[in-house]
């Protein structure tokens, strides 16, 4: 059961900090998600084989 004498107002003023907190943390971590797929997007080097010595004329 809740409590009868719960006011919704307070409670709203009372969330408001935590919750635009918690938006900005959600927001920061999508943020460097982002970041982190796109700038090592091209990094592609690291899986090409390498170069092969030409094989001797006979």
């Given at each position: ?17 935590p919750?635009?907190g ?37």
């Amino acid at each position: 059961m809740s409590d009868p004498g719960v006011d919704i107002e307070v409670q709203k003023k009372r969330h408001k900090g935590p919750l635009i907190g918690m938006a900005a943390a959600v927001v920061f971590a999508l943020a460097a998600i982002l970041f982190w797929a796109l700038a090592s997007g091209g990094d592609s080097d690291d899986t090409e084989m390498p170069p092969t010595a030409p094989a001797a004329a006979e």
